[in-house]
């Protein structure tokens, strides 16, 4: 649990305000992947399970509620006031889609230019290839954090 104590202070030290709004995410997600909690932000909370439902569908669901009220809670301490206010009744996925919609046009330019950098990036006679390499699974990967994937087919 160290570990994950001092992986908060990054939602400490960075709370949302409004336009740091992709900072924010990302560390948010380093933080709760840190802790196994990362799936909350991207799998929405089914409905409860029915009373003739498994055993083992009913403790998954309470998992699932269980890390969801953790990761809001974490979500929810990293805000200011004014943000928190307006997601204090939502849980973790809900409030990441809605922060999501709030600042997309942040998002939507930040996704433009990473991928400007990665369709323009080029080696360079006698650089190194994993270098390259390096840079360019950099620029997929912040894509995928800002919700841009892109797939490779053989």
């Known amino acids: 649990?160290?570990?994950?104590?001092?992986?908060?202070?990054?939602?400490?030290s960075n709370k949302l305000t409004g336009p740091n709004f992709l900072d924010w995410l990302r560390n948010l997600r380093i933080v709760l992947r840190s802790e196994e909690l990362g799936y909350v932000l991207d799998v929405p909370l089914a409905?409860?399970?029915?009373?003739?439902?498994s055993d083992e569908d009913q403790k998954a669901y309470r998992?699932?509620?269980?890390?969801?009220?953790?990761?809001?809670?974490?979500m929810l301490a990293?805000?200011?006031?004014?943000?928190?206010?307006?997601?204090?009744s939502m849980d973790a996925h809900t409030i990441v889609y809605h922060l999501m919609e709030?600042?997309?046009e942040q998002a939507r330019s930040e996704r433009f230019e990473t991928s400007r950098l990665l369709?323009?990036?080029?080696?360079?006679?006698?650089?190194?290839?994993v270098q390259y390499a390096l840079k360019v699974?950099?620029?997929?990967?912040?894509l995928a954090v800002l919700g841009f994937f892109l797939w490779i087919m053989n």
């Open 1 to 12: 649990m160290t570990s994950s104590v001092n992986l908060r202070s990054l939602m400490d």
């Open 47 to 53: 409905d409860p399970p029915t009373v003739d439902a």
């Open 63 to 74: 998992k699932h509620l269980k890390d969801s009220d953790m990761a809001t809670c974490i």
């Open 78 to 88: 990293s805000m200011s006031p004014e943000v928190q206010k307006q997601h204090k």
């Open 102 to 104: 709030l600042f997309d």
């Open 119 to 129: 369709f323009t990036t080029k080696m360079t006679p006698g650089s190194s290839a």
């Open 137 to 142: 699974n950099e620029y997929i990967e912040r």
